[in-house]
T-cell receptor, first 115, second 113 residues
Framework: AQKITQTQPGMFVQEKEAVTLDCTYDTSDPSYGLFWYKQPSSGEMIFLIYQGSYDQQNATEGRYSLNFQKARKSANLVISASQLGDSAMYFCAMRERDSSYKLIFGSGTRLLVRP | EAGVAQSPRYKIIEKRQSVAFWCNPISGHATLYWYQQILGQGPKLLIQFQNNGVVDDSQLPKDRFSAERLKGVDSTLKIQPAKLEDSAVYLC???????????FGEGSRLTVL
């Protein structure tokens, strides 16, 4: 079974609008962390935001917020006020305590911001 | 603070040749990872080190891939002999411990002809 599922291969958003990138995960480990990374065309992986399984509040980092719904096992990334520079691949990833904290990635969503 | 350094950035070889990639993690980071990212896919973990010991190498094709982390600092990933399907970007990442975010290098892009 897929540990991390990103069902949107590609997304479009108009500049200055908000966009939600979906991520669902599968784990039976009570201790885990969820991450979002951005990968521009240049190839580097840029850390965006982190949510721990025991965190009571949804994580926020500037224009990025994570909509964490534990019971549904979803961790959607919300980008507010999209900018042209947000065009990139976005990867959801998970680390589980019982898996030696290795980071497992989803297949990614390509976001294109239209001017 | 210096980031994760990788070299070479690009490498083109013919199938059945060998290649080696080098990674220098962020100073003090105990955990080091090698990922393979095939075009259009998410990164796949090949091997994870904690200091100089292997934590997970379950997805490393051990008949052709090898990796080592001498003295718990630098690491080398080797492919011998290379196959066409090994064409990918090889990403090195490090983290201070087993938890928290990973810091990635710029990657080494391998093309096997």
């Amino acid at each position: 079974a897929q540990k991390i599922t990103q069902t949107q291969p590609g997304m479009f958003v108009q500049e200055k609008e908000a966009v939600t990138l979906d991520c669902t995960y599968d784990t039976s480990d009570p201790s885990y962390g969820l991450f979002w990374y951005k990968q521009p065309s240049s190839g580097e992986m840029i850390f965006l935001i982190y949510q721990g399984s025991y965190d009571q509040q949804n994580a926020t980092e500037g224009r990025y917020s994570l909509n964490f719904q534990k019971a549904r096992k979803s961790a959607n990334l919300v980008i507010s006020a999209s900018q042209l520079g947000d065009s990139a691949m976005y990867f959801c990833a998970m680390r589980e305590r019982d898996s030696s904290y290795k980071l497992i990635f989803g297949s990614g969503t390509r976001l294109l911001v239209r001017p | 603070e210096a980031g994760v350094a990788q070299s070479p950035r690009y490498k083109i070889i013919e199938k059945r040749q060998s290649v080696a990639f080098w990674c220098n993690p962020i100073s003090g980071h105990a955990t080091l990872y090698w990922y393979q990212q095939i075009l259009g896919q998410g990164p796949k973990l090949l091997i994870q080190f904690q200091n100089n010991g292997v934590v997970d190498d379950s997805q490393l094709p051990k008949d052709r891939f090898s990796a080592e982390r001498l003295k718990g600092v630098d690491s080398t990933l080797k492919i011998q002999p290379a196959k066409l399907e090994d064409s990918a970007v090889y990403l090195c990442a490090s983290s201070p411990s087993g938890r928290g975010e990973l810091f990635f290098g710029e990657g080494s892009r391998l093309t096997v002809l």
